[in-house]
């Protein structure tokens, strides 16, 4: 079996970097978020053209669209349609009692570096993901790797939508390490099932036959 490795580009505070900054870029777009872009923009600009290009596009888009449309965007995209859900563990669980099994193990791995989560906010959000891992690397980055079903699953349906988040999952994947071939084809398994007690999978998904593009030396 090849040995996974991490991008060889990114450093630890490249990657802590990459990761606040797509959090950040996950958020609704108000007005604290729109205030903060020119600020991302610089930290976008010291990263790597792998991790930060696909920033850029996210960057762009909400720098160039009337708040009311972006929020509107966000709004249809992440909370209106499961297929575009944040919540990472519901791709693999869906709604079951395994899914509040694995929500408890996040929390206890946050709570083990002295973070609490407030009421409103679950465990298994992106961004809450993300966040944690800016904050501690190692525990986090084994988070992301734990759940990376469920960003390439959620990083194809924004592409395959032409979503302008599209370019967030981009960078996240680009920080993780790379998939072989049983990784893909356990996704593309996840693709054609979707989540458990959900009757016709994640359609309308890509075929099979079809996986997000790695950057060169990422298959």
């Not at 990459?18 to 976008?44: F, K």
């Not at 991790?51 to 009311?68: D, F, K, M, R, W």
């Not at 190692?138 to 990083?155: F, K, N, S």
């Not at 893909?184 to 994640?202: F, H, M, N, Q, W």
Request: avoid cysteine.
């Amino acid at each position: 079996m090849r040995r996974k490795t991490t991008h060889p580009i990114l450093g630890e505070s490249d990657r802590s970097t990459a990761w606040q900054v797509q959090s950040l870029l996950l958020g609704y777009p108000d007005e604290a978020l729109l205030e903060t872009l020119p600020v991302l923009a610089r930290a976008v600009s010291t990263l790597p053209e792998a991790v930060g290009a696909p920033l850029h596009s996210v960057l762009s888009y909400l720098e160039n669209t009337p708040p009311i449309a972006a929020a509107t965007d966000y709004v249809e995209t992440f909370d209106h349609r499961k297929r575009f859900s944040p919540y990472l563990t519901w791709f693999v669980h869906g709604d079951t009692r395994k899914r509040g099994v694995a929500l408890l193990k996040l929390k206890q791995v946050y709570r083990a570096a002295g973070l609490e989560l407030g009421d409103d906010e679950l465990s298994d959000h992106l961004a809450v993901v993300l966040e944690f891992a800016s904050a501690h690397p190692v525990p986090g980055q084994q988070l992301l790797e734990d759940h990376r079903a469920g960003i390439e699953v959620l990083r194809l349906a924004l592409r395959e939508a032409d979503s302008p988040w599209t370019g967030v999952l981009d960078s996240v994947s680009a920080t993780l390490t790379t998939l072989h071939g049983d990784a893909r084809e356990a996704i593309a398994t996840l693709v054609a099932a979707g989540p458990p007690d959900e009757g016709v999978g994640l359609e309308p998904f890509a075929p099979l036959t079809y996986m997000p593009s790695f950057p060169e030396g990422r298959r």
